[in-house]
């Protein structure tokens, strides 16, 4: 997150500001670093001083979006930024974006047809929240709850408050292949799941399925459960 924040705070102090001090879920995610690592899986992260390496940055508030396409990534090519301990210099980036009308008009307004399966694909390791407890599957319940609070953060249409009852009530897992993985912080760690999990929808309102899709399929921007702005939680839908 500090190097998101770092780089939104040279061109906005404000937001970068606003960004920091929000509790709870921020409208941004940020991996870790991706690529090739000697010796992965240790506590100790090496790093190879002749590979590259990556960072997915994904925002889903529009104003937050465009400072980000139009003032900082112009600018970031061949600065050096710091992450964690270590000094990197920027070679290039990327950009795809899809605006939230888009997404909406895709599923809600043309959807038609529409598959009763889809697959959430988990990246980086996933863990959801609720009470005082971290849980380590991705129920139908917890999956739709965290991607209705993201969308309702910035969407200017509420899908619904209680959506994440029915989702427990409408949708079951089919098929999974998961595993845990440990996150190792600077101060502690975190477990988390990679792999996929499959999902067959049975709303007994069809224009809940599209709701059910919308939401899936808008996952790979606004990520899934805890800590999606330090590393965990980086997700995509096929269906």
């Not at 979006?65 to 290039?92: D, N, T």
């Not at 990679?194 to 599209?210: A, I, M, N, Q, V």
């Not at 709701?211 to 790979?220: T, W």
């Amino acid at each position: 997150m500090a190097v998101f924040l770092d780089l939104v705070r040279d061109v906005d102090p404000e937001m970068a500001q606003t960004l920091h001090d929000s509790r709870g879920q921020k409208p941004f995610t940020v991996s870790y670093l991706l690529g090739d690592f000697p010796g992965e899986g240790a506590q100790e992260v090496l790093l190879d001083p002749e590979k590259e390496y990556a960072l997915r940055v994904t925002t889903f508030d529009a104003r937050l979006g465009e400072i980000w396409k139009k003032v900082v990534l112009p600018g970031v090519e061949g600065r050096r930024v710091r992450i964690g301990r270590e000094s990197f210099l920027v070679m290039g980036f990327t950009l795809e974006e899809e605006p939230l009308a888009e997404i909406y008009r895709r599923h809600i307004i043309e959807g038609r047809g529409l598959s009763d399966r889809l697959v959430l694909h988990f990246h980086t390791p996933t863990s959801f929240r609720s009470g005082r407890s971290n849980f380590l599957f991705p129920l139908p319940r917890l999956v739709w709850l965290s991607l209705n609070k993201s969308w309702s953060m910035v969407a200017p249409v509420e899908l619904g408050k209680d959506l994440h009852v029915w989702a427990e009530r409408e949708i079951k897992v089919s098929r999974y292949e998961l595993r845990t993985r440990i996150l190792h912080f600077d101060r502690y760690r975190q477990v988390g799941f990679t792999g996929f999990c499959e999902y067959r929808l049975d709303p007994s309102d069809h224009e809940r399925l599209r709701v059910y899709r919308l939401l899936a399929d808008f996952s790979r921007y606004a990520g899934l459960g805890m800590k999606t702005t330090m590393g965990m939680g980086q997700v995509t839908c096929h269906m």
